[in-house]
């Protein structure tokens, strides 16, 4: 049994038998039969291309492009010979946009956009608390305090160093050393506060 975690296609990237894959493909309850990430599927059954009762010819030479802008559609034959083309198109850090955007927009909606955070997936909603950190120094103290809270509670490491980083600045920097030395994360744990950064001397040799 596999489970699917926080990095779902390096895990799935790992199962070495076709029929084991397919099967949390098509039936994982995490999402995947909603994709349209088809470029990974075929990709990972490559991979396992041989292995299992998956037929060894198991794509279909015809294949269907659609272009999404204008609805215009055509169909051709896929050979050992044709070309095949893989744009990257990297995506802003929605998440943290919008979230920073909307509490340095409105300050008051901070119990609003906490909320709604949480109602999100786990990486979605690390996204979204470290855009509101990143405009916790617009906020009064006590929400200011409680975002800090929240983020020192969130799973990615950048998360709670952000959220360090305003505890520094509040309540001085002992305390968040003291709460960086004590996490489970090496990054996190590296952190280091403004007051332990050497300036450079200007008559340095």
């Not at 559609?73 to 990257?88: E, G, I």
């Not at 103290?141 to 490491?157: K, V, Y």
């Not at 920097?173 to 001397?201: F, M």
Request: net charge negative; with cysteine.
């Amino acid at each position: 049994m596999h489970r699917i975690g926080a990095d779902p296609v390096d895990e799935l990237a790992a199962i070495d038998d076709a029929d084991e894959l397919c099967r949390l493909l098509l039936g994982n309850p995490t999402g995947w039969r909603r994709s349209t990430r088809h470029a990974e599927a075929v990709e990972l059954l490559t991979r396992v291309h041989g292995t299992g009762e998956l037929p060894a010819v198991w794509a279909s030479p015809q294949w269907l492009e659609i272009d999404l802008h204008d609805g215009t559609s055509r169909t051709y034959t896929v050979t050992d010979d044709t070309p095949a083309q893989h744009h990257v198109r990297p995506e802003r850090p929605l998440r943290r946009w919008a979230a920073r955007h909307a509490l340095h927009n409105d300050p008051a909606r901070l119990t609003e956009l906490l909320s709604t955070a949480e109602q999100l997936e786990p990486r979605h909603r690390d996204a979204a608390i470290h855009g509101l950190l990143d405009t916790a120094n617009t906020l009064d103290e006590p929400a200011r305090r409680t975002l800090i809270d929240r983020g020192l509670r969130a799973a990615h490491g950048s998360v709670r160093i952000a959220a360090l980083e305003h505890l520094c600045e509040l309540d001085g920097p002992d305390t968040a050393r003291g709460l960086a030395a004590a996490d489970p994360n090496a990054q996190v744990r590296k952190w280091r506060t403004p007051a332990d950064t050497p300036t450079p001397s200007l008559f340095a040799t």
